[in-house]
């Protein structure tokens, strides 16, 4: 359920931090079999670290000097475009060499690709466009506070609040955000507050629809009231259909705010790592 990027780095946590050697050399041999048909160099060095795979040199070898050859082809492009001087076609080229930098794992010059769009935006939407491949390579690189910066500028978008698609990537984003800073009330209001009928996809570069239920909830178990709990989640009835995606879960929010605490204690003890 995630996109090519975001699985491949869930596996990598799984091959270094999983209880179960078995798994975690699963987890390491799928990485490493994505990552060939990617050109991210920065997640490969990552995997070889966390999980000691003999690294393949011929595959790094002919990945830098494709690189090498798409890179000057877009920054040739880039050139023409500042020359003719049209406005629209110099932001997508800086947006394509945004995307061919996060491609290959270098986050910190895509971010700057993206930045340099907004000289060039004509839209408010392609300020929200600028934003959101902003947040992406940002929330890749974990750098929560510069994620919130970006979210700052895109929610005063009149495009951002209207578009329920943006509206999920933002939310997702802003949740990840105040989830590693742990608030976790602002974490909580924030994944229980995604746009579900949207689906999956706009979300799968950052997490999945049961990540989002499970941070949800959890977060909301932490740090709400129960008069919390009952408006944010168990009245929630869509967050509530989520909670489907993990029943122990949903089985421990409705026994805790009913104050059967053995049978939560319970329920914890049988729960598995996420």
Partial sequence: HYAQHAKIKR???????????????????????LLLSTSNTHLYDKLIDAAKIKRDETWLEQTAKNAARQL????????????????ENIRLAHNDLG????????????VKCYARTRDYCATSKHSVDMCLNAIQALVDMDNYTQVLSYLGKAEMLPDAVDDPLVVAQLRAASGLAHLDARKYRLAALKFVDIPLDVGNEPIAAMLSQE????????????????AELQQH???????????????????????????????CLSIMSKLKPL
């Fill in 11 to 33: 596996l990598i946590c799984l091959s270094k931090h999983h209880t179960d050697n078995n798994s975690k050399l699963r987890a390491a041999h799928l990485a490493h079999s």
């Fill in 72 to 87: 000057e082809a877009l920054e040739q492009s880039l050139n023409t475009h500042k020359t003719s001087l049209v406005k």
């Fill in 233 to 263: 989640v168990i009245g929630n009835a869509s967050f509530c259909a989520l909670l489907e995606l993990h029943p122990q879960i949903r089985e421990l929010i409705t026994n805790f705010h009913a104050s059967r605490y053995s049978v």
């Fill in 211 to 226: 990540d989002v239920a499970a941070y949800g909830a959890l977060c909301a178990l932490a740090s709400m009231t129960r």
């Fill in 99 to 110: 995307h061919f930098y996060r491609e290959r794992g270098d986050y910190v010059s895509a």
